[in-house]
């Protein structure tokens, strides 16, 4: 018999690994709260006309697509099928597909409820997304997203507002990160000033890997994408500027002084940092031209964050994308966001033993069961400790008392109570702290005290 198993890129999660995952989630969810954001959720399957032509040409090859229900051939063209065209194979067999990230989703959203909501609209969503990428370090086929956006206003406070909560965010989290800062309005007065508008897709997309692959392999790259040599010469000292961010400003100042777009992007993250710096955000932030994030639908802010301690990629992400709803039919709302990539997260918080102690915890207490008469005894403790707030409960059977403490000791219960015969008679509880060993008899109210 051949054992089960999952598909590669996804995983079970055994309960201490989601006490800790719910940490995180929890903890992100009260900042979006308390920033003003509201949830929503939207489905796991969308329209594959909703999710195609969203992403750039690598994205959309990244889809997970669902084959149509019953005969999904067919609406098949016999001579695709003889010419085995498999981008036109797979729209006429597939008519939906899993969602590849929250924001398209929301867009759709914003179009098909615009009269039941009001603008500006701040929504949080906290949802599985799913990917056909190469699983590897950090890198799943299903994931969680935890986004936050403003959608209907243009106001560059609200990308001041997402970087105040990346700043509380990870300082909740107690991880120390660092944030990317660019514009999607720079990078297109660059491909102004280079000659090249129309390759600004290509450019992106090349500068966006300059980390990964050097500064050699992104001009092969861009010349294999149709530049000229004199083009990506020309972009030299673009991709080589340094300095502090107002020194680099003041630098690409100079350089687009002929292109109003980059002009406009400059002045915009020269906002932003002015209100940075006047708020006194802890996590440091760095103008990085090399950052494009590679999809199609950004045209204004771009974020991205990393852990400082550990080795691991972008850890959350985002910026502004003024034009992605008039793909649906609703023109002029602009929208700016980002998202937290929770799997990530934790992979940082176990790489760094940084969780809280108490967040393996589901269990404050246990009673051990001694019988019919005692277990009528617990129960009624048990519920006063619950609704006290306590995590509590008792063990379903009369087992061994061996058997008993070592299932405590499996859940890492930290206080174990016992109540025989003789302390229901005495009406107190004898309880052992599992984690020094000691104990003592202690009242009804002083268990409530000492466990919470």
Not at 15 to 43: H, K, L, W
Not at 290 to 318: F, H, P, Q, W
Not at 415 to 420: E, L, Q
Request: with cysteine.
């Amino acid at each position: 018999m051949q054992k089960p198993s999952i598909p590669k890129g996804t995983r079970d999660f055994i309960p201490a690994e989601m006490v800790r995952r719910n940490y995180i989630f929890d903890t992100i969810q009260s900042v979006f709260q308390r920033f003003g954001f509201q949830p929503i959720e939207t489905p796991a399957i969308e329209n594959l006309s909703t999710l195609l032509g969203k992403y750039g040409e690598e994205g959309d090859k990244l889809l997970f697509r669902i084959l149509n229900s019953g005969d999904f051939l067919s609406d098949v063209n016999v001579g695709d099928f003889s010419a085995k065209n498999l981008n036109k194979l797979s729209v006429q067999m597939c008519g939906k597909g899993l969602r590849y990230d929250l924001t398209v989703p929301f867009a759709r959203f914003l179009v098909q409820h615009r009269n039941e909501i009001s603008f500006p609209f701040k929504r949080y969503q906290i949802q599985t997304v799913w990917r056909a990428d190469r699983p590897q370090k950090g890198r799943y086929r299903e994931f969680y997203q935890c986004d936050a956006d403003v959608a209907g206003s243009n106001s560059l406070l609200n990308e001041v507002e997402l970087l105040q909560l990346i700043d509380e965010v990870f300082r909740a989290l107690k991880i120390r990160v660092s944030v990317k800062l660019n514009n999607r309005k720079i990078l297109t007065g660059i491909a102004e000033l280079i000659g090249q508008p129309d390759k600004i897709t290509d450019i992106t997309v090349a500068i966006d890997k300059l980390e990964k692959i050097g500064q050699e392999k992104v001009n092969e790259e861009l010349i294999e994408k149709g530049l000229s040599r004199e083009a990506v010469d020309a972009l030299q000292p673009v991709l080589q500027l340094s300095g502090s961010n107002r020194e680099k400003l003041a630098q690409l100042t100079e350089l687009l002084v002929g292109s109003e777009t980059g002009k406009t992007g400059i002045s915009e993250v020269g906002t932003i940092l002015d209100y940075v710096e006047a708020l006194n955000i802890e996590t440091p932030i760095a103008l990085d031209l090399t950052l494009a994030r590679g999809l199609n639908y950004y045209t204004g802010a771009i974020l991205e964050v990393k852990a400082l301690d550990a080795e691991m990629g972008s850890i959350c992400g985002g910026g502004r994308y003024d034009n992605l709803t008039g793909i649906f039919g609703l023109p002029d709302i602009s929208g700016v966001g980002i998202s937290f990539g929770a799997d990530r997260i934790c992979d940082v918080l176990t790489q760094l033993n940084a969780f809280p102690e108490n967040s393996v915890q589901t269990t404050r207490l246990m009673f051990v069961n001694f019988g019919k008469k005692e277990e009528l005894y617990a129960l009624g403790q048990l519920k006063r400790l619950r609704n006290a707030g306590i995590n509590a409960e008792i063990y379903p059977e009369s087992a061994k008392m061996k058997k008993q403490m070592a299932y405590a000791d499996s859940k890492s219960i930290p206080f174990v109570a016992m109540t025989g015969e003789a302390e229901i008679a005495d009406n107190v509880i004898s309880l052992k702290n599992m984690l020094t060993g000691e104990q003592r008899n202690v009242s009804p109210e002083e268990l409530l005290q000492i466990v919470k």
